[in-house]
């Protein structure tokens, strides 16, 4: 629509409240990063010194970030084939895409409670293989950090499905046509044509992934346990159960700055990929 | 042309079907007769639905979520549709400058969503008030909410609201009568999807329960904590069916190709 | 609310109508759409702004129909001033480009909409929006959807969904640029048709000179924000005022030229000879000694004659025949003079001298038919890149 359209103050109001939740969104991060940098009223760096402190601490960084890598790169390794199966299945897809939205959609709460049903010592893996007679003592699945990956890959290989999907479906039929017309195998026409025009999706799909990995909670608590901890764990417990919030502000500013950092490398690792794309 | 090769594709069936697995040992688990996970099951009952109905903790939270869901979903999508009109109509030069700052909070953490969303309610002084809740969720569900009603709007030829101002219309009766109906897909998407978000919502919604309120999801994570009984499992079967019913109720009414386009950017 | 707005015109035909612009300009940012427009547009006119795409004749009509406001200047409608009078408030009916029919609504439903809107009376409602879908020739098609029209058939819901509402004035804005060729010619006439009966005053905006020309009373030219010429459609062909109006408003002949004496008699030099044509020739500025210029001569002014021929009265010059088209009563003769390529138009019968091409021949015309203009500045000649 062209700009310099009659506007009227009135009518500029409704744009009032939009710009009263952003503005709400970006109070609550600058209360976040004040509270942080806070120490009875003066300015303190007392909860970061704190976390470089701690080597136990750093452990839980590492295993947040190295957990998150792996998580994003199986969901998205798991989910091609079902990308490629959907975009295949015309007739099908809205059928099979509602397989894939409602584990996406339903509750993680819900979802992780099913792999906890699946995955505990008295869960349906250990009371399967025990009566199989394969196992007298229950095997250990969960409160490891086995536990957290199966459950965090699970819970986000779904947004990958829907990210590369759109990807292979803004893919010109016809590319693929010509490809074959010009000889090329079942299998070049993919390598060279559908999985290059599909790397846009990867990217989100690795990007979007990793950033709900290290900002996890809920899966990271109840699959992971007390022991092995994720950095949202270890938030939730000092809101939660020891009441410091500057401590917990630090801990997320710290995670915040890491997945920034880690975004700029992954659209760094995505240009160098796409180069010659555009 | 359209083939796949057979590794391929049975690949993609067998990872396609592992993705509702866990949901439906959940769902059979709410039958198990015992209080614990037995393979094979021993009996059958339906014990624990009769537990989850007549436990009223867990009635209200349902309630609770369900009337939460359907605030935000309205809440939300009224202030989407406001904004995405303006900026289209009156002020197309502010409307990248508005989606950066409607599309950043995607590229937060949720854990530091959480914290943030806590911090801030703490000072309003409304932790633990629906308030809290429903402001923390339209925060966290307005892009999902933008992007539909965006793109609905755009699609719409601007002089139809024009014409209908010719032909006397005011710009609250042409919007009623002209670009509602047409964009009417648009927004359903953005009020079943932002409805769903919210209902399903526990990370950020955890932080900022209090005695006198709490979620669906977040009372089953609270459960889960304490003692896994199967009643969570009946729980969440019920969770379950009310975002499926969601999903195939926005299937009928709008499509699922929303999710599968490629954003215009 | 509105209904008073909408006077029936069979009360008070013909008076309403007039559109008074005065000193109206336009600006976004530092761009000037629009400078000092100044027209008045009696009721009952069918008015056509002509002009290249972007000369401004889009934020004209927009301008009357209330979608911006002037940044300098005012319009008036019947004497009462528009400026801060919302759209909905104003006499005015509109067509638009891509028509902007209700998808969702059924013909007669567009066409009943704005009839809703005044809370006609059902009966009066269903008789009115009758009588208009009659109107336009789409008898007994009230209940198609939109999607199932034909083009020229959409066009026809257009006009009658807005004819519906007797507004005084009805702005188009070229309504009929995506038809076809026929189409286009049926939908011409059929407007002109409904014009005259219902003396609705027409503001139409096109950048196609031939429809110009064809459907209205009056024809504005534009170019680059600025009014050119005002007037009748064969006043305008037989004596633009500008460069700009003789090359967009019929075919045209351009010798350029250099002027060498102003004396009392205008002395030219061009690559094809030198000549003099009286100082009335001269249109829109006061040529000196050593101006550039450029002569102007339509193809029926120009006479081809044998290279031996010898005439009086009549500037002489001599010239190449390059191709003959004889179609049907007139023959069109290409022609190469000095540079220029030029093109004849005449009669076709038996005096016409056999002129083989490639043959030497002269080229006669009447020096009092000549017009002589200052050249194009550059982003003028621009609007002809795409109009030409």
């Known amino acids: 629509m062209n700009s310099g359209e009659r506007l009227t103050f009135s009518k ?44 136990d601490y750093h452990i839980v960084f590492y295993r947040t970030v190295l957990s998150s890598i792996t998580v994003a790169i199986l969901a998205v390794l798991f989910s091609y084939p079902i990308a490629l199966l959907l975009w ?42 025990g009566w199989l007679g394969v196992i007298d003592e229950p095997v250990k699945l969960m409160f490891n950090d086995t536990g957290i990956i199966i459950g965090l890959t699970h819970v986000l290989v779904p947004f990958a499905v829907i990210s590369i999907l759109s990807s292979l479906l803004s893919i010109e039929e016809n590319l693929e046509e010509a490809s074959r017309v010009l000889g ?32 996890a909670i809920v899966t990271p608590l109840l699959l992971g346990g007390i022991t092995e901890k994720f950095v949202g764990s270890q938030i939730y417990q000092e809101v939660m159960a020891t009441y410091n919030m500057s401590k917990a502000a630090a801990w997320s500013i710290c995670l915040l700055s890491l997945s920034f950092v880690s975004l700029v490398i992954i659209k760094m690792i995505e240009r160098r990929a796409l180069r010659g794309q555009e | 042309m359209r083939t796949m090769s057979p590794l391929s594709r049975t690949l993609g069936i067998v990872f396609l079907l592992a993705l509702p697995l866990p949901i439906f040992i959940v769902f059979g688990a709410s039958f198990n007769g015992s209080a614990y996970i037995q393979f094979p099951p021993e009996s059958y009952s339906l014990r624990w639905y009769i537990e989850a109905f007549t436990d009223p903790r867990w009635a209200r939270a349902v309630g609770t979520s369900l009337w939460i869901a359907a605030v935000t979903s309205v809440v939300v999508t009224t202030i989407s549709f406001m904004a995405a009109y303006f900026t289209l109509r009156y002020a197309p030069r502010i409307n990248t400058m508005l989606e950066l700052a409607i599309f950043s909070p995607l590229f937060f953490p949720h854990a530091c969503m959480g914290v943030a969303a806590v911090a801030l309610m703490a000072k309003l002084g409304i932790v633990g008030t629906p308030g809290a809740i429903i402001l923390a969720h339209v925060i966290v569900t307005v892009p999902f909410s933008y992007r539909p009603v965006h793109v609905a709007l755009r699609s719409v030829d601007p002089d139809l609201i024009r014409a209908a101002e010719v032909m006397g219309a005011s710009e609250l009766r042409a919007l009623k009568d002209i670009i509602l109906p047409i964009c009417r897909s648009g927004i359903l998407t953005s009020l079943l999807f932002t409805g769903i978000i919210s209902f399903d919502e526990v990370t950020v919604t955890m932080f900022l329960i209090g005695p006198e309120i709490t979620t669906l999801p977040v009372q089953i994570f609270t459960f889960i904590q304490d003692d896994a009984s199967p009643v969570l499992a009946a729980i969440s079967t019920i969770s379950v069916i009310i975002t499926f019913l969601a999903i195939v109720l926005l299937e009928r009414v709008a499509g699922l190709t929303f999710f599968v386009q490629r954003s215009g950017s | 609310m509105t209904t008073t707005l909408n006077p029936s015109v069979s009360d008070v035909q013909n008076v309403t109508g007039s559109i008074d612009i005065a000193s109206v300009s336009k600006s976004y940012g530092d761009t000037e759409v629009l400078s000092n427009v100044n027209l008045s547009i009696p009721a009952g006119n069918f008015l056509t702004l002509l002009g290249p795409s972007g000369c401004g004749k889009t934020t004209l009509l927009r301008l009357i129909a209330g979608f911006i406001e002037p940044t ?36 007669a439903e567009n066409v009943a909409y704005g009839l809703k809107l005044r809370k006609t009376p059902a009966a009066e409602m269903q008789q009115r929006v009758d009588r208009f879908i009659d109107l336009v020739g789409l008898n007994g098609m009230g209940d198609r959807r939109i999607a199932q029209l034909s083009g020229g058939q959409k066009q026809r819901v257009a006009l009658a969904r807005s004819l519906v509402l007797e507004p005084s004035i009805l702005l188009l804005d070229e309504p009929l640029s995506a038809l076809d060729m026929q189409l286009r010619k049926q939908l011409q006439i059929a407007l002109k048709d409904i014009q005259q009966k219902l003396k609705t005053t027409f503001v139409f905006v096109t950048h196609d000179q031939e429809e110009a020309t064809m459907i209205s009373d009056t024809v504005v030219v534009m170019s680059n924000g600025h009014v050119q010429q ?120 038996a005096d016409t001298a056999p002129l083989p091409s490639g043959s030497a021949c002269k080229v006669s015309f009447n020096p009092d038919h000549a017009r002589l203009f200052a050249p194009l500045s550059d982003d003028m000649a621009s609007a002809f890149g795409e109009h030409a």
């Open chain 1, 88 to 129: 295949r299945a015309n007739k099908w897809r809205n059928l099979l895409l509602i397989v894939v939205l409602v584990p996406w959609l339903v509750s993680l709460v819900v979802r992780t409670y099913g792999w906890i049903v699946l995955l505990g010592p008295k869960g349906f893996i250990n009371a399967f293989l």
């Open chain 3, 230 to 349: 005002v007037g009748a459609p064969q006043d305008i062909y037989a004596s633009p005022e500008t460069l700009f109006v003789s090359k967009f408003i019929g075919e045209l002949n351009e010798i350029p030229a250099r002027v060498t004496d102003t004396g009392p008699q205008l002395s030219i030099d061009t690559a094809a000879g030198q000549f003099t044509l009286p100082a009335s020739a001269a249109r829109g500025f006061a040529p000196r000694a050593g101006d550039a210029a450029v002569i102007c001569l339509r193809p029926e002014q120009l006479k081809v004659l044998p290279a031996g021929a010898n005439v009086t009265g009549q500037t002489t010059l001599n010239a190449t025949v390059i191709s003959r088209l004889v179609i049907g009563p007139l023959t069109r003769v290409s022609l190469r003079v000095g540079e220029t390529d030029m093109i004849a138009v005449m009669m076709t019968d």
């Open chain 1, 184 to 215: 090329a195998s079942g299998f070049q026409t993919f390598r060279n044509i559908v999985l290059p025009l599909s790397l846009p999706g990867v990217f989100t799909a690795l990007m979007v992934l990793y950033l709900a990995s290290v900002g």
């Open chain 3, 72 to 107: 300098k200047g005012k319009i008036a409608i019947d004497g009462r001033d528009m400026n801060g009078v919302p759209t909905q408030k104003r006499p005015i009916g509109m067509v638009f480009q891509n028509l902007a029919l209700f998808p969702h609504f059924s013909v």
């Open chain 1, 12 to 55: 500029s109001l409704m744009l009032l409240p939009m710009l009263i939740i952003l503005a709400m969104f970006f109070i609550s991060v600058f209360t976040l990063f004040s509270s942080a940098f806070v120490d009875r009223g003066g300015f303190s760096l007392k909860y970061f010194q704190q976390i470089i402190d701690r080597p």
